[in-house]
Structures are given as C-alpha cells and as structure tokens.
C-alpha cells in the first residue's frame, strides 16, 4: 500500500510569509503528527491530530497551526515565517495514537526561508 | 531542551567494523525505539524496547534498553555500506516522543 505523502517536497519562503504543509497518511492511519528537523535541535514533535482533534502540542510557538480532516488527510500551517524556521517537516502517521503504534513517516517538506 | 543525548555525533568506519551508538537521558521512558534515516527519505522504525535490561536483535543490530529505562545502546557487527545514514533514538513519555540528536554513521566500503 502507499506510504506517507507530503507535498510540495520543497518550498522557498520569505519572511513575514505563511506557508501551509500538506500530509496524506496510509490509508486506514488515523492518527498523524508532525515533526520539525533541523541540523542544530535535531527532531522535534509539534502537533499530533486523532479523529480531526489536536490530541498533543509540543513545544511551538502559536505561529505553527495544524489541523486534520475528516479523511485523515492533515495540514500544518506556519505564519509569519522567520529564517530559524527553515527546517525539514515531517509528518508520521499511525493506526492510532499511542507509543506502541508504529509511527511512519514520509519523505518531509523541505522549507528555506530567506 | 533535548531529554536524549546520543553519542558519538558522527562515526566513520571502514567495513566490516564493530560500533556501537548510545542514547543517553535523565528521564525515565516508557519505551524507547531507533531509527534509521537516509537522506531525502524519513525515519524508519527499526526496532521498539520496552521493559528494562531488554536486548533485541535484528540481523548484526543488537539493541538493549538499560535497567533503569533511562539509556540505550545499538550495537553494530560487521558494519556494511547499507547501514550507513543518520541513527535516531526516540522515548516515549507522556503520549509523546522525544527524539535524540542523532548518530551519523558512514561505513567506507
């Protein structure tokens, strides 16, 4: 079966702009979350969505907006784009939430923003 | 704030090398599991350790998770090509997961 999608894989942005980030998890997967990877802080949990819900936050600033469909299908969104938020986004997805649900994750949204 | 260390940052080896990449922390994790990363691709779950003092193996990977939950190590024997990438640790606590800074390994063939 297909696995995680995310689109576009890659996005130039300025400052002061918004973005939105698109994830289709694996078909039947309907728990999804989102991570930021950079090379200095490495991998950090944002958002995770259940049944079109924020089920758990990490520790962002309000500027990252997320939200989940009714297919499973999620978006994040960030606003007012900074140059620290130039990073890789990746998305995972799961059966159901939980840490003994396998978590896969796609290929990420590669975000420069000059 | 990062809860999980890993060391060494970055480890180049020729093949056929013995490693091994630890993943350290002060906070206790209800389960701990690794990954493997390539580059344009993300993470893929290699293995989840749940109870403390548990050794998993998967082929020449040996995992263990330490007593006291709080630490863990992957050993790699007769390192291949294939194995290079970047190797992530991630505990879990508290419905979510914390990732480490990660281990870049490269093994020159």
């Known amino acids: 079966k297909a696995g995680v999608t995310q689109t576009p894989r890659y996005l130039i942005k300025t400052r002061g702009q918004q973005v939105t980030l698109s994830c289709s998890p694996i078909?039947?997967?309907?728990?999804v979350s989102w991570y930021q990877q950079t090379p200095g802080q490495g991998l950090q949990f944002l958002f995770e969505?259940?049944?079109?819900?924020?089920?758990n936050k990490g520790n962002f600033p309000g500027r990252f907006s997320g939200r989940q469909f009714s297919n499973s299908r999620s978006e994040m969104n960030v606003s007012t784009l900074e140059l620290g938020d130039s990073a890789l986004y990746l998305c995972a997805s799961s059966l159901v939430p939980g840490e003994w649900n396998e978590q896969f994750f796609g290929p990420g949204t590669r975000l420069t923003v000059l | 704030t990062q809860l999980l260390e890993q060391s060494p940052q970055f480890l180049s080896i020729q093949e056929g090398e013995n490693l091994t990449v630890y993943c350290n922390s002060s906070?206790?994790?209800?389960?701990l599991q690794w990954y493997r990363q390539e580059p344009g691709e993300g993470p893929v779950l290699l293995v989840t350790v749940v109870t403390g003092g548990e050794v998993k193996k998967l082929k020449r990977l040996t995992f263990q998770f330490g007593d006291a939950r709080k630490d863990s190590s992957l050993h790699i024997t007769a390192a291949q090509p294939g194995d290079t990438g970047l190797y992530l640790c991630a505990g879990a606590t508290g419905n979510q997961f914390y990732f480490g800074t990660g281990t870049s390994l490269t093994v020159i063939p």
């Open positions: 906070s206790v994790f209800s389960s």
């Open positions: 078909s039947g997967h309907r728990s």
């Open positions: 969505y259940f049944s079109e819900t924020q089920r």
